[in-house]
Each structure stands twice: as structure tokens, then as C-alpha cells.
DNA sequence: TCCATGACAAGAG
DNA sequence: GCTCTTGCCATGG
């Protein structure tokens, strides 16, 4: 078991529950004008690689209520799936939320950064 | 079943 | 600061 915040709590089972579903339970948990990176959600699972966290978030379906789009790379930047399509949508999303971008497209974390209390 | 691919990260050179 | 390499694992052909 491991505390996420004062209020929340998940199990650690490896093989009961879909790792994906502990993967969008740290997402949902992410405030409004907040982001955190792939690697620092995979830290939260310690059985749990960035890699996944990628794959989870490119698993995700466009109606989940999981805001996917405060999960960026660690440089800061947005990785995006698709050249075409929705390419600001989440940059977009950010902003609506209070996220400031820098003139690089990056943001910076020692601002908008997801503070975790462990 | 094997192989290639992918919204990544961290370390080495 | 940048490029290359390795770890890690679900998914699809």
C-alpha cells in the first residue's frame, strides 16, 4: 500500500489489477494547472517504467476522464502522437488551465511541476 | 512464438 | 549540450 496523498491510497497488487489502472489513478490525481513527467509517475510505482506510462496514456481512450494531457516528457516538452491531428489540443488544454509555455513550447516545473507528498 | 514498434528516462561517452 | 545505448513491457503482425 502505498500513501499518495492524505486522501488517497492504492494497492500495491502486481498481478490483480492492471498496472494501467493504477497508471490512470496517479493521472487523475494530478491537480488543474499542474504536470508531471512519465518518469516521475513511474517512480510512484515502483514496479513501473515510463515506458508503460506512455503506452498506458497512448492506450487511453479520447472520452476517459483521465487528463492525460498534464503527463509530459521530462524535458518539459509535449510529446505528441500524431503529427496531424489535435496537435495543440493538449498544449491548449494546459493553457486553459493556467499552464505557461516558454518560447521553446516547454514548461517549466519548478512552476507547474506536480508536487508529490509521499 | 518471435520480432518490431512505441506519448520515455537515465547514464555513458 | 548532444547522441547513443540500455532497460522495460504491452501490442500487433
Request: glycine share 10%; charged share 20%.
Amino acid at each position: 500500500m502505498k500513501k499518495i496523498s492524505d486522501t488517497f491510497f492504492i494497492t500495491e497488487t502486481k498481478n490483480e489489477n492492471p498496472i494501467y489502472q493504477q497508471i490512470y489513478d496517479i493521472v487523475r490525481l494530478i491537480p488543474e494547472g499542474k504536470v508531471a513527467n512519465y518518469g516521475q509517475i513511474a517512480a510512484m510505482l515502483a514496479h513501473c517504467t515510463p515506458r508503460m506510462v506512455g503506452y498506458a496514456m497512448a492506450a487511453l481512450p479520447s472520452g476517459s476522464d483521465v487528463p492525460w494531457h498534464r503527463v509530459i516528457n521530462s524535458q518539459g516538452k509535449i510529446s505528441q502522437r500524431a503529427g496531424g491531428d489535435g496537435e495543440n489540443i493538449q498544449r491548449l488544454l494546459l493553457e486553459t488551465e493556467g499552464v505557461e509555455f516558454d518560447s521553446n513550447g516547454s514548461v517549466d516545473f519548478s512552476k507547474v511541476g506536480w508536487k508529490v507528498l509521499k
